[in-house]
């Protein structure tokens, strides 16, 4: 017994990375965890002290959704709160114990995210180096937008957790919890159905007979695909992920009713948010935003333009998911990192909490790239560059009052190009054939 303990952990011990003596693997979630506790920590002094507040505002949202359900009412009372109830009942323990609770919850969810991508990865890249390993977990851990996301009290690294459950459980061959989790994902944020025809599709005849290491997009039978479209392994997964979407779904609107599937779902499909943000088609939008001047304006004033702008968003994005769906479904890791990549840059809202969705995936890329880390460094450059002129034009208009809507706009082209210049880069480097290889190059 005390043998067979032994020989496992050597086989854990193998992918730790160390340096001097230094378990730089674990040390790094120690680092990662502590850095966020010290930012909640002055969050709370900052927000007592300054003018300028470190918590999102989305966090008060929350946090008085929460009040109203404690209360006995519904968290709809809240104007502007648009996600599940779930959220609310999550975030109860910031009125009865302490108003940070939930940034806490957050930040617990940030280390759920960082183990689970090293169990995937793991499964994924057998012979991943310990070198390559730290590395995809620090683009995680120490990456400053996860920090500051979840610090500043947004809830997306709940659902960022959720969706990795699901690839980690597929990995794991455990399809009934890779279901309820794909299906609890939706139910939270609807931005996950993108990913169910990719999941779908990499469920073959063979799942539980195939290891993870030997999916690979060069391996594409597209005879294949239709000719066992609907097998078990499939049908298992689409039928529990369905009844536990339509579960809790059903379950909510009992009990809040229409509201509920407006504000979490209907809401989002429709959105033209004339607010500026990193989207092509916020200047648009804006543009055709109708003057309210009495009751009777905002009841009469339906804008046809902006519901074009918003329904006809969806179809470069239908295309490309699609395209991209067909072309990787079996580098799943892969393929969920342009489909999200693909969607945020083509939605028409883009705001900084939509990079999360992202960035916790990106470490699942980094073994089977070419991309070195010095190149991931200057992509990264180049992302926030592209951003460095609409901070500045946002600065200007938000707290100089000058009018630099058309700026923003230009500024949110360059970074839509940028985003589309770093998708191409990751396309031309990735290297499906690695999956299988002694990743040396790292």
Known sequence: MTRVKTVMTNETNKYDFIFKGINLTKSIFIVGLVIRLVLIVFAEWQDANMLVKYTDIDYVVYTDASRAVVNGLSPYDRSTYR?????????????????????????????IIAYLLK??????????????????????????????????????????AMVLATFYFLTKKNLTLASIFYG??????????????????????NFFSKKPSEYSSLNNNFKNIFKNFFNKNRLKFFFISAFTFISLTFIMYLIYGYIFL???????VIRADNRHNFSVYFYQIYLNTPIVETVGDLVGKVNGS???????????????????????????????????????????VCTVQYF???????????????????????????????????????????FLGLQTFWNIWLAGLLFFMANIYILIKLILNHNPIKVNQYLKSK
């Open 184 to 205: 609890l994902s939706v139910h939270f944020k609807i931005y996950p159905i993108i990913y169910s025809i990719p999941m779908y599709l990499y469920i073959d005849e």
């Open 262 to 268: 407006f504000e979490t779902y209907l809401y989002h």
């Open 119 to 160: 169990g995937i990865l793991l499964e994924r890249f057998p012979k991943i180096t310990s070198r390559t390993l730290l590395i995809c977990l620090a683009s995680w851990l120490l990456n400053p937008f996860s920090i500051n996301v979840s610090t500043r009290g947004n809830a997306e690294s709940v659902i960022g």
């Open 306 to 348: 902006n519901m074009i702008v918003a329904l006809a968003s969806f179809l470069p994005q239908v295309i490309l998911l699609l395209a991209i769906t067909l072309v990787y479904f079996n580098d799943l890791e892969f393929c969920l990192l342009l489909e999200t990549i693909t969607f945020v840059a083509f939605n028409k």
């Open 356 to 398: 999360i969705w992202y960035y916790s995936i990106l470490p699942l890329v980094i073994p089977s790239s070419s991309l070195g880390l010095i190149q991931y460094i200057v992509l990264f450059a180049v992302w926030m560059g592209s951003q460095g002129l609409w901070f500045y034009s946002a600065f200007n208009l938000e």
């Open 83 to 111: 996600y599940t109830p779930l959220l609310a009942y999550l975030l109860v323990p910031n009125i009865l114990i302490h108003p940070a609770f939930g940034k806490l919850l957050f930040v617990i969810c940030d280390m």
